[in-house]
């Protein structure tokens, strides 16, 4: 399953040569001895990644994501952080900002202090843990880990890892494989990186064969060029006719052949929508996404067809749709008359031809 990848909050990224750039110019007046003492002990990239402030803002950022990208659809997410301290943080600072429930699966030691004792897990808890984020209608949507389950975890169910950690070769590959595991209505995964680790990805696919991992990880953007595709040749069936015309739009679909062609289409368009939403490069497509769902429906309707239905659509399309739909005015047809009145016929006639 194709791997789809994004950069977000550049501003945050702990990049190594910048900090040390900028820890240099901050302390230019001590020796350089002292400079490098000081950076060994406190200005470890590890240090500035764990700083809370940073991890608020990212767990801001990384649940107004899942909130509006990835639950709709009902996957689950993975987050990675630099060390054990890093992950309780994220734990913590998802629960203070009433994100939905996780956990923070990490090793542990016999020498923990206190604050990591306390998320200790035994193997069986892990287990059940793991079992839990596996589990579609389990309420468990974030695991949280540093080391852990980075190879080997077998989850279908996440679409997405949100990467704060400086992975790097085999182990960056293997890491991001987590999110390519094929599941039921998932068409890509995602990688969403708080840590600049594109930095990396040159050197870790140098290492294998170019066949082998040719278009491992696409940026979102890289999708734009399909979505204009299949854009315009969902919208081409209305060409020449008035949008604002509802029945002049549900009369073009009327042969079998043309709805089954007009509907491949739309179903190729708002699979790409629902893979690009809510990035905002999915903005001038939405208009005409709501136009053609609500043509959709309404041909559904006129036609008895039941495969003209949103409920294959992804979660974000059938949203907007149906959104769109009621809040389209209702167009009154006539005023209301009596139906023992000797005009009722004379005055609904021209309307029966489109029932």
Avoid at 317 to 328: C, D, F, G, N, P
Wanted: with cysteine; aromatic share 8%.
């Amino acid at each position: 399953m194709p791997i789809l990848y994004e950069s977000r909050m550049p501003e945050l990224q702990v990049e190594g040569a910048s900090l040390d750039v900028l820890f240099d110019r901050m302390f230019a007046h001590d020796s350089a001895d002292d400079r490098e003492r000081m950076k060994k002990r406190y200005a470890t990239a590890e240090a500035i990644a764990g700083a809370p402030k940073r991890v608020e803002a990212i767990c801001l950022d990384i649940l107004d994501h899942f909130e509006k990208h990835i639950h709709p659809n009902g996957f689950k997410a993975q987050i990675v952080t630099v060390n054990r301290e890093t992950a309780i943080l994220y734990k913590q600072t998802l629960d203070r900002l009433n994100g939905p429930e996780s956990v923070a699966i990490i090793s542990s030691g016999h020498n923990d202090i206190a604050d990591i004792k306390a998320y200790h897990l035994s193997e069986q808890q892990q287990k059940q843990y793991i079992e839990r984020f596996k589990d579609p209608n389990d309420p468990l949507k974030f695991i949280i880990v540093c080391d852990m389950l980075l190879t080997g975890f077998d989850a279908p169910i996440e679409q997405v890892m949100y990467l704060d950690k400086p992975l790097k070769e085999h182990n960056l590959l293997q890491a991001i494989a987590r999110v390519n595991r094929t599941y039921d209505g998932k068409t890509y995964g995602l990688i969403v990186d708080y840590y600049g680790v594109s930095l990396f990805l040159k050197q870790a696919l140098d290492i294998f064969d170019e066949a082998d991992v040719k278009d491992v990880m696409k940026p979102v953007e890289s999708e734009i060029p399909r979505l204009q595709s299949r854009h315009r040749t969902a919208k081409r069936f209305f060409d020449h006719v008035d949008k604002a015309n509802l029945e002049a739009c549900i009369r073009v679909l009327e042969p079998e052949d043309v709805r089954v062609e007009f509907d491949l289409a739309f179903k190729r368009f708002s699979e790409s929508m629902d893979l690009v939403m809510p990035n905002p490069l999915a903005n001038p497509y939405r208009e005409d996404l709501k136009f053609l769902g609500k043509v959709r429906l309404a041909a559904k309707r006129r036609y008895r067809d039941p495969e003209m239905d949103i409920s294959d659509c992804g979660a974000k399309v059938r949203q907007l749709i149906e959104e769109h739909v009621k809040a389209t005015a209702i167009e009154v047809l006539h005023e209301p008359i009596d139906i023992l009145s000797s005009r009722f016929i004379e005055h609904v006639e021209p309307d029966f031809d489109s029932w």
